[in-house]
């Protein structure tokens, strides 16, 4: 199966930038390139990437204060460091951030586009539990309050609009898909498939 996924390459040597978009380019991914640390910083807050991929040294912006900032400002992108200048300091410092992977260089094809797949993979692991909970949490106040549920039955989706569900999701929660959330948000309390039977039974009318 191909990959897919937008990757943002962060390193000063164009010769690693250019392998990067070249091999991970040739596995599926969407790659952009970043020289400096600033930059690649604004473009990942600009764009909507999966994964950073950047150097531990930078002209301006080291790599590690890029992964600190993004952390607290974009925390749902996946962050893997390369670098050649390996140290077990670092390596245990990119851990307590959250690094998805720390590969030293120089790294062949292979272990590039793995670390990749494999940082890419967590990430969509990570957005889709947060989703299931956050329609666990839908179903608990509809459960609590009848008038949320009154204006999801008028309304529809409209109502969920603020929130960050997938399409997919929003519809299920309008129709009543009982299989659909059970199947990715796992077994429901008593009320929350009452509220879920009521909603596709208004469907059926």
Do not use: Y
């Given at each position: 199966m191909?990959?897919?996924?937008?990757?943002?390459?962060?390193?000063?040597?164009?010769?690693?930038?250019?392998?990067?978009?070249r091999i991970l380019g040739d596995a599926g991914y969407q790659v952009d390139t970043a020289a400096t640390g600033q930059e690649g910083l604004s473009r990942?807050?600009?764009?909507?990437?999966?994964?950073?991929?950047?150097?531990?040294?930078?002209?301006?912006?080291?790599?590690?204060?890029?992964?600190?900032?993004?952390?607290?400002?974009?925390?749902?992108?996946?962050?893997?460091?390369i670098t050649g200048y390996g140290s077990v300091p670092n390596a245990v410092e990119a851990v307590k951030l959250g690094v998805a992977d720390y590969i030293e260089k120089p790294f062949t094809p292979e272990q590039i586009t793995e670390a990749v797949k494999r940082a890419v993979g967590v990430r969509e692991e990570d957005t889709t539990r947060v989703e299931a909970d956050l329609v666990r949490e839908v179903l608990q106040r509809v459960a609590r309050d009848p008038s949320l549920g009154e204006?999801?039955?008028?309304?529809?989706?409209?109502?969920?609009?603020?929130l960050a569900l997938s399409d997919e999701a929003k519809a299920a929660l309008v129709s009543g898909d009982i299989a659909w959330v059970e199947k990715e948000c796992g077994e429901l309390?008593?009320?929350?498939?009452?509220?879920?039977?009521?909603?596709?039974?208004?469907?059926a009318w």
């Open positions: 191909v990959a897919s996924g937008r990757v943002l390459v962060v390193d000063d040597e164009a010769v690693v930038t250019k392998g990067c978009r990942a807050m600009a764009g909507n990437f999966d994964l950073v991929v950047t150097d531990l040294r930078l002209p301006d912006l080291n790599g590690m204060e890029l992964v600190r900032a993004l952390r607290n400002r974009r925390p749902e992108i996946a962050v893997l460091i204006r999801i039955l008028r309304k529809g989706s409209r109502v969920l609009s603020g309390t008593g009320e929350e498939r009452t509220w879920l039977q009521g909603r596709l039974e208004a469907e």
